[in-house]
């Protein structure tokens, strides 16, 4: 864990990743149904979710805010995450670089064409394209600034 706290790219990304992640989290509990199983986890955590839910209601976002965005953080806060981890794309990491995206566009596609559990949203593939160019553009933007400007993000501190 020391060697993955080690560069700022890296921490840059580990914040990224965990704000996302936040964000999120935050999204889902304060404008998601109720019924989703991820609810019986906050059952006991007290009037904080009411509360967070309540003031939610005050506002009137786009459906792809409530349903779509949520799940392109989630995924781009993996991404950013597995690359902070393996610290770019190589052949070991590309499985998990490659896997959980695999999974969400598959279970999207999935529900369109074989009737699977869930509700198809074309938003969602839009959100989940956007997170992987976002990470491809996060990897991007390292690499330059590793060639361009001799910065040593292994030794950096």
Not at 39 to 57: C, K, Q, T
Not at 82 to 105: E, H, M, Q, R, T
Request: proline share 3%.
């Amino acid at each position: 864990m020391r060697e993955l706290l080690k560069s700022k790219a890296r921490r840059i990304e580990l914040a990224m990743a965990l704000l996302l992640f936040i964000v999120e989290g935050m999204l889902y509990l304060t404008f998601r149904s109720t019924e989703l199983n991820m609810f019986r986890l906050y059952e006991h955590a007290g009037p904080w979710v009411e509360s967070l839910r309540s003031w939610g209601d005050s506002f009137d976002l786009p459906e792809w805010v409530r349903f779509s965005l949520p799940d392109g953080l989630w995924l781009l806060s993996y991404l950013l995450l597995v690359d902070a981890i393996w610290n770019g794309f190589n052949k070991v990491s590309a499985l998990w670089y490659l896997i959980i995206p695999g999974v969400a566009f598959g279970s999207e596609l999935a529900q369109l064409f074989w009737g699977f559990t869930g509700t198809y949203d074309k938003m969602d593939l839009v959100c989940y394209g956007a997170a992987v160019v976002i990470t491809l553009l996060v990897i991007a933007l390292k690499n330059f600034i590793r060639k361009h400007f001799y910065y040593n993000d292994e030794t950096t501190d």
